[in-house]
């Protein structure tokens, strides 16, 4: 069992930035590929970026390729997804998830999911 709880998102304009945070519960954290998802109203929930239990390998939509980045802090039980050079575009509620086996791009693989967080991004 893990509950995640994500905060940092904001209204911000194009072309700025925001970290978002997604803190975890429990001492087994690094047990735990991590990913990022995001749903814009009347969409489907969709893949942003992906991190492996240790960190060491990482994935991303192509969306956000070159401009997020996935971290992760397993001695604070946190992981982070740095967004840059946003675009009205990636407005949407950001979720964290945690799968209990590999990074994968399927949100069908994880198990738990955060509350979420909006973010909004004005032109």
């Known amino acids: 069992q893990v509950q995640l709880v994500e905060s940092g998102g904001g209204l911000v304009q194009a072309g700025g930035s925001l970290r978002l945070s997604c803190a975890a519960s429990g001492r087994t954290f690094s047990r735990y590929a991590m990913g990022w998802f995001r749903q814009a109203p009347g969409k489907e929930r969709e893949f942003v970026a992906a991190i492996s239990r240790r960190g060491g390998s990482t994935y991303y939509a192509d969306s956000v390729k070159g401009r997020f980045t996935i971290s992760r802090d397993n001695a604070k039980n946190t992981v982070y997804l740095q967004m840059n050079s946003l675009k009205p575009e990636d407005t949407a509620v950001y979720y964290c998830?945690?799968?209990?086996?590999?990074?994968?791009?399927?949100?069908?693989?994880?198990?738990?999911w955060g509350q979420g967080t909006q973010v909004t991004v004005s032109s």
């Open positions: 998830a945690a799968d209990p086996d590999v990074m994968t791009i399927d949100l069908r693989q994880y198990d738990y």
